[in-house]
Each structure stands twice: as C-alpha cells, then as structure tokens.
C-alpha cells in the first residue's frame, strides 16, 4: 500500500527544495553534509519521509535560514537570510523549470553559466 504524503510534510519539503536550489547545492552535497544519501533527500523534499525536528534544526543551519522558516514558511525568520529575488531570477528559474527534458534543463544551465562567467567581475590580483 502507497503511503499518503502529507501536506505539511510536502511543504516542509517543498521549502527544504527551493532554497537548497537557491543556494545552488546539490542533493547530493546537502546529503553529504547531513551524512544522507541523495535518495533520502529526495524522499524529504518530496514529503515522502517526515523530517524530525533535530534533523529541522541542521537542515536550517545547512541551508542558512531558521528553523521556523522551514517549518512554517515565516517570512521574517528567511528575510535576512535570503536575499530578495530579482524578476530577471524568477523569469530565468521559470523558464528553466518549464523545459520539457532534464537534458534540455541541463543544456540551459550550462547556457547560463557561460554567461555568468562571461560577464563576471574580475577578482583584483593579491
């Protein structure tokens, strides 16, 4: 029989999801970090498996933001940690998620950082 996944646990992950990717880690490195497999980060972003609260609590150090913010989704407990996102960010996030294949999300990414470090500033020498 298929376990039921909960709303609350979907959002938790759903917010577990959205700022590792803002962060730019992979599940994978987060796993690593956590001393999990990614397949165990999955099942928590997808609200599959029930985080616990000890497991809250490293998520949001890990991922820099309050425990509550993971939780609940308190917006003042995320605002100085997480930097407001530009429209250009959120059309570019949108754009990339609407693309059909994860081949064609890959293609846009590797675009994407070709033109990151294209037009990044240059570090002065030491």
């Not at 429209?87 to 990414?109: D, F, Q």
């Amino acid at each position: 029989m298929a376990t039921k996944v909960k709303p609350e646990e979907a959002q938790i992950g759903s917010r577990i999801r959205s700022r590792r990717m803002q962060l730019g880690i992979s599940q994978e490195k987060l796993g690593e970090a956590l001393g999990l497999t990614f397949q165990q980060i999955q099942k928590y972003e997808k609200g599959v498996n029930r985080v616990s609260g000890a497991r809250i609590v490293q998520l949001a150090e890990i991922l820099q933001v309050q425990p509550q913010w993971l939780l609940m989704g308190d917006a003042t407990a995320a605002a100085e940690e997480m930097p407001e996102p530009d429209k250009h960010g959120i059309e570019a996030w949108r754009m990339v998620s609407a693309l059909p294949s994860i081949e064609a999300k890959t293609a846009a990414l590797h675009a994407l950082r070709a033109v990151t470090t294209a037009f990044a500033t240059p570090t002065a020498a030491a």
